[in-house]
């Protein structure tokens, strides 16, 4: 099975991904960090080097306000990534640890995170367990849930200790390019004929079934004064530390419709219906529209904006409710 992966993975593997042609363990991490919830293209494109362009290092991660590091974080989403990364910088100082077990005890590292980093850092003969690599196995052996002890232990049984940093590569390559969670392409996959899987991969793990996501529903107030715009930084855990419009769930009176923003979280979708106020409420800062440039705001917030700068025309909030009511 080894010899067969490793063959596979020399002729197609993704060789020049950029975390992969260095040994630095911080370039190494946080390719980890950014690649949990996104995708390989997202990062490459769009995040990866900017974000090493303004933090070559960790220690330059530790010494600049968590405020910055959420600013180039901005439109990567899960944002909780970047305060751990913030966290884990200024824990260790700087220099991330080569044992398992102390990187497993920061932050924002699990035990699959801490495994690659020592692997393709230290090469250190240890498997990994991401979603990928967690379908490949499922299928090679037959197995129709995701037990995750069940799955630690194939993963130690079929590691190549000899081999470690290739073989956890091809593993994840395999998952992500051959072994697909739709329309896997057996027919090119080097461990067909040893696959328990392979005439029913959907069954190996089985889906499980998603909840219909809720629809939360809130209003957004756009508060002015001299020309700038009143915004609070959010404490709350999914954004922390973001800034962002004041939320409620009742329209203020005397309000003034700009219109309606949607967006979808991995588990709530969120529908704001923005309206314009002179509401006094406890703000955390006042920004110019030149100025929110620089501060780190959500996509949501984004959208806000754009919204308030393309919306000339202002109903009372009140009168536009009540005309819908009563059908236009």
Known sequence: MQKALLTWYKAHGRHNLPWRNTRDAYHIYLSEIMLQQTQVKTVLERFYF???ERFPTLQSIADAPLDDVLKMWEGLGYYTRARNLHHTALTCKGVLPSSPEELGGLK???KSTA??????AYHQALPILDANVKRVL???????TRDEKVLWSKAWELL????PYEYNQAMMDLGSMICTSKKPLC???PLNTMCKGKKNPENYPLAIKKAKIPTKKYFALVIEKE??????????RLLHGLWGFVQVNECPLNSYSLGTVTHTYSHFKIELHVVKTSLQVKVDGWFGVEELNDVALSTVDKKIIRLYQSTSVKKPYQLEAQRAQNGG
């Not at 495994?115 to 393709?120: L, S």
């Not at 499922?138 to 129709?144: A, K």
């Not at 190549?160 to 081999?163: A, G, L, Q, S």
């Open 50 to 52: 900017p974000f090493l």
């Open 108 to 110: 924002g590292i699990g």
């Open 115 to 120: 495994h690659a980093i020592c692997t393709f």
């Open 138 to 144: 499922c299928r090679f052996f037959g197995l129709s």
């Open 160 to 163: 190549d200790r000899d081999y």
């Open 187 to 189: 027919s090119l996959c």
């Open 227 to 236: 020309g700038k715009i009143a915004l609070i930084q959010r404490q709350e």
